[in-house]
C-alpha cells in the first residue's frame, strides 16, 4: 500500500509569490489533515478534510492560505501571496477514520525569502 | 528504502500499569528522533533523541535511543487515563528528510 506523498519536498520562494503544495492521501482515506512546523519542534494543526468537505479549518493562520480537496482525493495547500513566517515543513496525514491513526506525509519544507 | 516502524500498533492497560511504546528505524544519516502524544489534533511534542544511552526523563515518561540496534523506546509508568493517546515517532535523517511512523494507539482503562 502506498504511503501518503507530498509535493514537492521542498520550495524556495520569494516573499509575495504564491506556492501551492500537494497532498495524496492514502486510497480509500477519507479523512485529510494539513499540518506545519514553524520553529522548533513543534506541529500546529491546520486543517482536516472528510472527502472534499472541510471539518475543521481553525487552525488557517490568515486568508493567505487556502486548501482544497476537489473530489475528495488529492488536497492542495495554496499560499497566497507567501509572507516570511511561512516558512517552515508542511506535513499532511491520512486516516481512514476520524479518530483513527493518521499515517504522516515526509513533508514539504516551504523557505520563503 | 527509510522507514519508521511503530509497535505495537495499539495498546490496552489499565490504570497505573506501565507501558513501553518502541520504535524502530532503518534511515540513511540519522540525525534525531522525536517523540509525539497525539490526542485530538496536532501532535504535542514529548522528547527530541539524538544520543544513544541518554535517558530523557519527563514526570512520568521517558525515553532512550539505541543508535546502534536503530530503536527507541517511550516508557510511562503509573498510567492514567489522560495518557490515552496516539504516539507518533518520527526520524529525522539525511538532506533534511522526515520520516513519521504509524504511530502507536495506547488506551488506559480505569
Known amino acids: 500500500e502506498a504511503g501518503v506523498t507530498q509535493f514537492p519536498s521542498h520550495s524556495v520562494i520569494e516573499k509575495g509569490q504564491t506556492v501551492t503544495l500537494r497532498c495524496d492521501p492514502i486510497?480509500?482515506?477519507?479523512?485529510l489533515y494539513w499540518y506545519r512546523r514553524v520553529m522548533g519542534k513543534e506541529i500546529k494543526f491546520l486543517l482536516h478534510?472528510?472527502?472534499?468537505?472541510?471539518?475543521?479549518e481553525s487552525g488557517m493562520p490568515n486568508n493567505r492560505f487556502l486548501a482544497e480537496r476537489t473530489g475528495g482525493t488529492y488536497s492542495t495547500l495554496k499560499v497566497q501571496p507567501a509572507e516570511l513566517e511561512d516558512s517552515g515543513v508542511y506535513f499532511c496525514?491520512?486516516?481512514?477514520?476520524?479518530?483513527?491513526?493518521?499515517?504522516f506525509g515526509p513533508g514539504t519544507r516551504l523557505t520563503v525569502l | 528504502e527509510d522507514k519508521v516502524v511503530q509497535s505495537p500498533l495499539s495498546l490496552v492497560v489499565h490504570e497505573g500499569d506501565t507501558v513501553t511504546l518502541n520504535c524502530s528505524y532503518e534511515?540513511?544519516?540519522?540525525?534525531?528522533l522525536l517523540w509525539y502524544k497525539q490526542e485530538k489534533k496536532a501532535p504535542t511534542f514529548l522528547f527530541m533523541l539524538?544520543?544513544?544511552?541518554i535517558e530523557k526523563k519527563s514526570g512520568r515518561l521517558s525515553s532512550i535511543l539505541d543508535k546502534k540496534e536503530l530503536f527507541s523506546i517511550l516508557n510511562i509508568t503509573a498510567t492514567q487515563t489522560g495518557d490515552s493517546a496516539i504516539y507518533l515517532c518520527?526520524?529525522?535523517?539525511?538532506?533534511?528528510?522526515?520520516?513519521f511512523g504509524t504511530g502507536t494507539r495506547l488506551t488506559i482503562i480505569p
Open positions: 496525514a491520512s486516516s481512514r477514520g476520524r479518530g483513527g491513526l493518521q499515517f
Open positions: 518520527e526520524v529525522n535523517f539525511g538532506n533534511e528528510k522526515l520520516t
Open positions: 539524538t544520543s544513544s544511552g
Open positions: 486510497s480509500g482515506h477519507d479523512n
Open positions: 534511515v540513511t544519516n540519522f540525525r534525531s
Open positions: 478534510f472528510v472527502k472534499e468537505s472541510k471539518q475543521d
